[in-house]
């Protein structure tokens, strides 16, 4: 078992689940943040930091949001580690709340 990011991240962005992570299993890409599932101890420690709820273990994850196992998966090889937390961008808060952002995903 590993923990997912899901839809909700994506143009929300907030790092505040990388400072808890003891491992640094997270990567930033231009618009969202991946899990390694390699790399990933389960600790739990990043769901609850998440300000927008987007981080799941992959056995609880919300109907709808399967296909975000593949997709840290796939990506988390290909963008670089985040470690230190960053200012979310200007416009997170607007994002949080809105559902239906899978096709603006930027690879």
Same mark, same amino acid.
């Given at each position: 078992m590993t923990f997912v990011v899901t839809e909700s991240c994506?143009?929300?962005?907030? !790092?505040?689940?990388?400072?808890? +992570? /003891? =491992?640094?299993?997270f990567h930033e890409g231009?618009?969202?943040?991946?899990?390694d599932p390699?790399?990933?101890?389960?600790? !739990?420690?990043c769901e609850p930091e +998440? /300000? =927008?709820?987007?981080?799941?273990?992959?056995?609880?994850l919300p109907e709808g949001q399967e296909e975000f196992i593949q997709i840290n998966a796939d990506l988390s090889p290909k963008w670089p580690v985040i470690t230190d937390v960053?200012?979310?961008?200007?416009d997170a808060d607007d994002w949080a709340t809105k559902t239906d952002k899978r096709d603006l995903?930027?690879?």
């Amino acid at each position: 078992m590993t923990f997912v990011v899901t839809e909700s991240c994506i143009k929300c962005k907030y !790092t505040d689940c990388v400072d808890v +992570c /003891p =491992v640094d299993c997270f990567h930033e890409g231009p618009n969202f943040l991946v899990i390694d599932p390699e790399e990933c101890i389960d600790c !739990t420690l990043c769901e609850p930091e +998440c /300000p =927008v709820e987007a981080i799941y273990s992959e056995d609880e994850l919300p109907e709808g949001q399967e296909e975000f196992i593949q997709i840290n998966a796939d990506l988390s090889p290909k963008w670089p580690v985040i470690t230190d937390v960053k200012p979310a961008p200007e416009d997170a808060d607007d994002w949080a709340t809105k559902t239906d952002k899978r096709d603006l995903l930027e690879q």
